[in-house]
């Protein structure tokens, strides 16, 4: 026996049935790629004495993300989270340079490489960070949009080291598409960048975190995570820049190359 045709009546009384038993998908939570975790709380990092003012804006930086994280954990002392922990002694696992390699130096101004621990493409044992000499030097001492950009860089960076990737949202920290109103405004670390260094932290590695359901994606300026008279984007006077956006190429791309 043959398909018959439905009675053309028949239709939309099927379809008024289905409709209550259609799903409802709720927009999918925001989630951000993991490179891996560092295998140790405490990440002694060594940053370059000179120049003084790029010693200070990244310091500033690891203070920032030291405290946000805390914050992000209603500031309990017992919390499981990762510190960084300047240090000169020869002890670091994290390592900054003002420098570029000749391989990274054209298609970017910021490059942290990893080293996992053997036989682990997760669990991170060091990191070395590069930072473009064109910003990072002496003669930007004075010059306020320099120490914006650097500030920024430096964010994004640490994040990296920390085991983020990227987030294509146009306002994270971790976005890695530059544009200059970005750079000039404070930058901002989200709910979801906190969520998962936590997670990274109490020993888990996924490929992606994901938000959990229910939990909004907020930006808190990093500004507010620092010691008051420190570093403060907001607080330089207007002046004359010597340094342009140009010089350090408007097209800025941050590599994460895993070694």
Do not use: C
């Not at 099927?14 to 259609?22: K, R």
């Not at 203070?63 to 002890?91: K, M």
């Not at 490059?111 to 930072?131: D, E, H, L, N, V």
């Not at 975190?209 to 403060?232: E, K, M, N, W, Y």
């Amino acid at each position: 026996m043959g398909f018959t045709k439905t009675p053309s009546y028949i239709l939309p009384l099927l379809l008024v049935l289905l409709l209550p038993l259609t799903t409802v998908h709720a927009s999918p939570q925001p989630s951000i790629p993991i490179n891996g975790r560092y295998s140790t709380l405490t990440i002694k990092i060594y940053i370059p004495p000179s120049p003084k003012w790029a010693h200070d804006v990244v310091l500033n930086a690891t203070i920032a993300w030291n405290r946000a994280q805390l914050w992000n954990l209603q500031n309990n002392p017992t919390a499981t989270l990762y510190t960084f922990l300047e240090t000169d002694d020869g002890t670091a696992t994290s390592t900054v340079s003002f420098t570029m390699p000749a391989a990274y130096a054209a298609i970017a101004v910021g490059w942290t490489t990893y080293k996992f621990t053997p036989g682990s493409r997760t669990s991170i044992a060091s990191t070395q960070t590069y930072f473009t000499p064109t910003v990072f030097n002496d003669a930007q001492a004075g010059n306020a949009t320099a120490r914006e950009y650097a500030f920024w860089l430096s964010l994004h960076e640490l994040g990296r080291v920390l085991g983020l990737g990227s987030v294509l949202d146009g306002q994270d920290i971790m976005e890695p598409r530059y544009t200059p109103q970005r750079v000039t405004q404070v930058p901002r670390l989200s709910t979801l960048d906190l969520y998962a260094v936590h997670v990274l932290a109490q020993g888990s590695a996924p490929n992606f975190v994901t938000l959990p359901d229910g939990v909004q994606d907020q930006f808190t300026p990093v500004t507010a995570f620092l010691p008051i008279g420190s570093f403060h984007l907001t607080q330089d006077p207007p002046k004359q820049e010597a340094l342009t956006y140009d010089s350090v190429r408007l097209t800025i791309r941050f590599h994460v190359f895993i070694t």
